[in-house]
């Protein structure tokens, strides 16, 4: 059965500071999925990664998917009080046009100014 | 323009009632998702459907019965509401592209609530 870990479970910073979430999973999956929520909110997605290597960065935020290690990391460069949230992990269990999202533990988010 | 919208976003009901969630997605996508998530936060797929078959049925009791009338829309029923069926629930709606990112886009969530 695939497990997915994150962690920390909580992190609570400074803004300006840089921070890494860490996510991971037990099998192998090639498509992996970073997701934030706002309390009481929705999911909103962040990040895609397909393959070995992908990085993809949008302002503060940049993920990168090590399959062979089976992990994946969201770092947080210089935060802001705006990213406060928690953020979740998915692995695709799933094939073709379906797929099973297994979502991590969550990690929240507290970025105090 | 929402996406993914659900109805209703808030459910109060006495336990041993039933209950339903619909879900409606404009994104043209083929396939739909219910999620829970508990008061720890944990996600946790329930069902998936694609073009109206379901797909997906994870471990979820008889009571919970999905409805597909077509591929934009997904319903949850719930029979005989328990305490441990209070939860957020989350419909979801995604498509596979050219590409492989079979990217879900999330509702904005139900909260029922069993008393």
């Known amino acids: 059965e695939l497990k997915v870990e994150q962690n920390p479970l909580f992190l609570s910073m400074q803004e300006g500071k840089n921070y890494t979430i860490y996510c991971n999973y037990s099998t192998t999956s090639d498509r992996l999925y970073w997701y934030r929520q706002d309390p009481g909110k929705s999911l909103e997605s962040l990040f895609v990664?397909?393959?070995?290597?992908a990085v993809k960065q949008e302002g503060r935020l940049m993920a990168s998917l090590d399959t062979k290690a089976r992990l994946s990391t969201l770092h947080i460069t210089a935060a802001v009080h705006d990213l406060s949230a928690t953020y979740f992990c998915?692995?695709?269990?799933?094939?073709?046009?379906?797929?099973?999202?297994?979502f991590g533990t969550g990690t929240l988010l507290a970025i105090q100014p | 323009d929402t996406a993914v919208s659900q109805t209703p976003k808030y459910l109060v009901t006495q336990m041993g009632n039933d209950k339903s969630i619909k879900c409606e997605q404009n994104?043209?996508?083929?396939?739909m998702y219910w999620y829970k998530q508990d008061s720890k936060k944990f996600l946790k797929i329930m069902f998936s459907y694609n073009n109206k078959e379901l797909i997906i049925n994870e471990t979820v009791p008889n009571r919970f019965s999905p409805k597909s009338p077509d591929k934009a829309h997904l319903n949850l029923h719930i029979n005989s509401l328990e305490l441990g069926d209070s939860a957020v629930y989350f419909c979801?709606?995604?498509?596979?592209?050219?590409?492989?990112?079979?990217?879900?886009?999330f509702g904005p969530g139900t909260r029922l609530t069993v008393l």
């Open positions: 994104l043209g996508h083929d396939t």
């Open positions: 979801a709606s995604s498509q596979y592209g050219r590409l492989g990112l079979n990217e879900q886009f």
């Open positions: 990664l397909l393959s070995n290597g």
């Open positions: 998915a692995v695709d269990r799933g094939g073709g046009a379906t797929n099973k999202l297994i």
